[in-house]
């Protein structure tokens, strides 16, 4: 753990902090990897982690990932991320959030919290009643709310980006796209393909939820399972669900000669990219292509402006365009092209205010 903290191949991190509030039962870890572009920005996981050192090395990664997709998402914002140890079903309370707004607020604004995996908006109303450096709160709060519909909007356009690539053209018309997940972002982003003139083939384990997009789009189609759904001809597969979506058997099926979809963490292991690459896959990565929902909260730090919100996200085209570029240039799949272009900015930054100080 402390060789992932100090002496990581991407240069360790910053601080970590760890939080204990015993009238509440709050156990928290904050963890700050970069702030070289600006305040480490990255939501809050509540999570009953099997152990407190799984949950530090949840922490640590969470917020590295954080340095990676603030950077690409053209924010001035370095990555962070928070841990919050236990149940929410059952330890989640007011005290234990404002227990845990007032160690945020400690740092100084060196961490804005947000929304992740057992948070939502109205448990950041409450954080932000002991810490000003929270975002993503509802809109009765002055926040933005929901970031779904911004992720769905950068998802299409990566999406638009890898059709330009691969096709010649930056559209998903009279394209196959086949959609693993149909919540908060997948079915704002079936509105985005039909509009568009792509034929679109759903799955989702809640019946109800394909139900609603089949009632309002009678020419989508569903299949049962994401299985099936890999294996149906497709130009494009969109993992919208959960993490892990692309393993060695997902990849072996895939008839899509595109992955582009807004579910975090989507390679199984490492190696995937590379096997997805030898296939002629082109996968746009995911932390690239899903960062609207990212670019909606740092937005609201300024006061939220959808639209100003909304260009930022249509940048994303412009970013994945690039990354696919750079891929190419370097003979490396996508992925690690991603990285390197967000080390690169980094890096600039750093010796930007390096050499700043020494002027
Ligand atoms: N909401 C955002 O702004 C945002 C931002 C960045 C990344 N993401 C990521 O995008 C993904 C989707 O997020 P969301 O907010 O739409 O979540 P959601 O919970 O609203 O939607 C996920 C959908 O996937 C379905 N699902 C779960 N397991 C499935 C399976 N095995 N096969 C098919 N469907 C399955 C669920 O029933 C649900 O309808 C997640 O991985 C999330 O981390 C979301």
């Not at 807004?262 to 002629?280: C, M, S, T």
Request: aromatic content about 6%; glycine content about 12%.
């Amino acid at each position: 753990m402390l060789h992932t903290l100090f002496r990581s191949d991407q240069g360790g991190h910053e601080q970590v902090v760890l939080c204990q509030d015993r009238e509440s039962g709050l156990k928290a870890v904050i963890a700050i990897h970069s702030t070289a572009l600006g305040n480490a920005l990255g939501g809050t996981r509540f999570y009953p982690y099997a152990s407190e050192e799984a949950a530090v090395l949840d922490a640590l990664n969470l917020s590295r990932g954080m340095s990676y997709k603030n950077a690409l998402a053209g924010l001035d914002h370095g990555g962070g991320k928070a841990v919050i140890i236990g149940d929410p079903n059952q330890i989640k309370t007011e005290q234990l959030l404002l227990a845990y707004g007032r160690f945020v607020a400690s740092l100084g604004g060196r961490y804005v919290t947000a929304c992740d995996v057992g948070t939502y908006v109205q448990d950041m109303d409450v954080v932000a009643r002991e810490c000003r450096w929270t975002t993503g709160r509802s809109p009765e709060n002055g926040g933005a709310g929901d970031s779904s519909v911004l992720t769905a909007f950068g998802v299409f356009q990566g999406m638009r980006a890898a059709a330009q690539t691969q096709w010649g053209e930056p559209t998903l018309r009279g394209r196959r796209v086949g959609v693993a997940g149909v919540g908060k972002v997948g079915h704002h982003l079936v509105e985005h393909l039909v509009e568009d003139g792509a034929e679109v083939v759903i799955t989702d384990v809640r019946t109800e939820a394909v139900e609603r997009i089949l009632a309002r789009h009678p020419q989508v189609t569903a299949v049962t399972d994401a299985g099936v759904l890999v294996r149906t001809p497709l130009d494009v597969y969109a993992p919208c669900a959960l993490g892990g979506a692309l393993d060695d058997d997902t990849v072996a099926a895939l008839t899509a000669s595109v992955v582009c979809g807004a579910a975090n963490n989507q390679l199984a292991h490492p190696g995937v990219e590379k096997d997805l690459a030898d296939r002629g896959i082109l996968y746009a990565p995911d932390y690239v292509v899903n960062a609207g929902g990212v670019i909606q909260v740092a937005d609201e730090l300024h006061g939220f402006d959808f639209d100003r919100a909304k260009a930022k996200a249509n940048q994303i085209f412009d970013t994945t365009l690039a990354i696919f570029d750079r891929a190419k240039a370097d003979g490396i799949p996508p992925a690690a092209a991603a990285d390197r272009l967000a080390e690169q900015r980094m890096a600039e930054a750093r010796a930007a205010a390096t050499s700043g100080a020494t002027a």
